[in-house]
């Protein structure tokens, strides 16, 4: 950290693990000897808005948790800059995860990106997106490597169920912190959302799925009679997997659209 | 040993004021942002059996839960928030009627009614002169984590050793905010003891009364007790006010932002001082009066309408000072957005 | 969305705010089925206490008033006095229903007034991060019973038996699930219309899945609810 004082704003979806980051960075810096704040901004929903964490580290007292202008912004989803945008500033740098922010999207004067989401999925697991980007971040902020993979040990400890996960995660963060950050442009965001509703069909019947709904609860899936139903590729509100329709199997019994909690799934025979 | 620095939230630091000071019982009810506070002692109670807790059905019989403890003899208190420090209410005007050492936490939230859950100033009304008396409670603010954990320890001395009821003010930030402290563990701690004394003369309580006259008797003492223990209760924080023509007035968090801000004012030059209550009721006036010596202007700042202006204003009434009100209901202030209203009003 | 859901669900408050998996939605569906299927859209107003209720807010096509918390069914016992012709319903949760607001429930029922209060049972004070409530049952870990719910604390509440007790002979009241949609509808078309055809009290328990708070996922969830049909009964209390 080469300022007395940094003030970094993290956002992402609620579920990404924006919280967790900051908590694992926070606690670092900590336990190295600096000054530190940190507080989550919160609504009263427990799901469903975007999740954001004001971070202060200094070298001196910090009077108060939170701020008008960031140092530093990380955003992990599109949804969430608009709760940031108000705090980025010229002299703000901003990381993104650019598998999911297209690089349009942030406006700002320097932006680097990094495709945690594509670099998770593709190397271990869509949930350790968190200690990537703590990868990535601790080595911005100049937190010793090993003491931040400790506190990531010790706060996730209980998610590390086999010696292999932890290192696998470990591979992960070394990787994020080993990233080379470049200014510049960057491919599509591919990891995104679906907009509209998805139709497919076959056998008779017909699939309406409604991406901009669904939230990956799983519920059609465990409900459906005939295993019919599976989680795909393609990626819903909370940009996790939605349900695909396995037409062989499924008799259009309606039994996913009565449990589906958010009205996201609808399938008809089709009457010729 | 010198004593470490930590990495705890305000509630976290709460939860081990309580403990410091010696409270064996909480009562509770979940409501956010408070309760971290009844979880964290949960926990805490789980490894130390000589710590009780009840979550009740609701606050009204939390909060007469902890009168039940009290005058059984051990320290209890209860924390809450918004709606819940309205039905609070009810058992602390019981306490200032019968004078019990009740303890309170309460994380302000934005009002009135189920308003946010995150922050505001707006309970300061509700915990000072909340009740159907006068207001004989004593009210602490607390404006960081650090003395969050200090106030709550200073609230039981304060409540056992004078006999008001006792709540300390944090707020959602404050609650939520993981900071890095050192604790200032206490020097001295205030014992209980049973208020129904169980002896051969036996202690009849009550705070209902017939006559005007025998209930105004008993008004009059608690209000000559109030002025005598004044000077020994009341605290303030005063930070460059010898020479200020200008005077920042703020309590809790929004009084954090306002030192900071008064770095970025050019404070001494410009002659501008802050001056903090740490009691907000009864008012450290003595320390308020000598920092408003050579005072022009005041700025009273609040996240709220006007709670800490009718305070402070009570106590310089008749004064010529001009006060300016910048008032953010539910709202917080950083330092940057204090510098700013400051120097547009001049 | 159309057919995807109900006529009388507000589809501007969608998505809405609950949880992936939450209980909630999945009562308010057939609700909003059940009301849909009386055609009362237009002649109902709905109370809501405060927890996770109070996300329904904005969720149906219909008058809706956040109360305070506990207190719904109060609000509405008195809206139904200034507005006799209207249906009163009252939306909350178990903490709000069986903890502050019991007393307020219980003298509904005695005095038998004409409102259909519904209260959705998952166990938990969810929307404050899963604390025990009235209705945990013993042995049950939440952040206010670590190592489970003692029976110091009681166990679990049986809401409606108790309600049973002490309510005029016209109430009517239930216990339905969300693992059982079509009954729950049912349930839910039953107690509306005693109010409207009865004049009386109605009550309905729905027993609910909290994924986020008991941390289970889709097939867990419903694995627990069906331990939680077999402590507490579905059906009628007659």
Redesign the interface.
Known sequence: MKSKTAKIILAGEGGQGVQTIA?IL??TA??E????????S???EQRGSPSIAFLTISQGA????????ADLAVILQERAIFNVARYIVPETTVIFDSSTVSFDAVRAKRKFGIPATKLASENLALKSLNVLMVGALSRLLDLPAEKTWQTIVSVLSKKFKTEEIKERNHQIFLLGKDFELKEGNFTEATFVPQHGPIKTGGEGKEAIIAPDHCKSCGICIIKCPFGALSFGKKLGLLSSPIPEVDFKKCTACDTCSRFCPDGAIKIKKIIK | MPDK?I?ITGNEAAVLGAIDAGAEVMFG????PA?EI??GW??KA?ENKKLQY??????IAAGFGVLGVLLGGKKAFTASAG?GHILLQDPLSMAENLRLPFVGIMMQRGGP??G???FSQQEVNLAAFGGNGDGLRIVYSAS?VGELYELVIQAFNTAWQYRWPTIVLGDG?LG?????VLLKKPRQLIPAYPILEEKTEPTHLRNCYSSEESFGEVLKKNIADWHKDKPAIVRSESLQTEEAETLIVAHG?VA??A??AITGLNAKKNKIGLFRPITLNPLDSDALKKAAQKVKKIFIIESALNQLARIIKYELAGSEIEFIEIAKPAE?F????IITRIKQNG | MDNFSPKSWNQKSKPHFFCPGCGHAIALKQLGYAIDDLAIQQKTTIGID?GCS?LVWDFFNIDTV?T???RTTPVMVGYKIAKPQRIALAYTGD?GAY??G?QSLVHAAFRNNPVTVIVVNNEN?A???G??S?TTETGIKT?????GKDLK?GPGFKGPELLHQIANEKSFIARGSISNPVQLKNLLIKAIKNQTDNNSFSFIEILSICPTNWKTDAEQSFERLKEMEKYYPIGEIK
């Open positions: 908590k926070s606690t900590a336990d000897g600096f000054e530190v704040s940190y507080i989550p919160f609504g009263v910090i009077c108060y948790p939170r701020f008008d202008k | 620095k990495f009810y979940p409501i956010t309760t009844l979880q949960v926990a789980e009840l979550q009740t059905e609701d606050e709606p009614s189920t946010t859950v995150n960081s930030y939520k905010t993981r900071s890095t968090l954090s932002a030192k900071e917080g950083t330092p940057e957005e | 405060i109070l956040q305070h918390h506990g903490g903890a502050i019991l004070y929307m404050t991060g604390q025990l009235p952040t206010t019973s670590p190592s604390f």
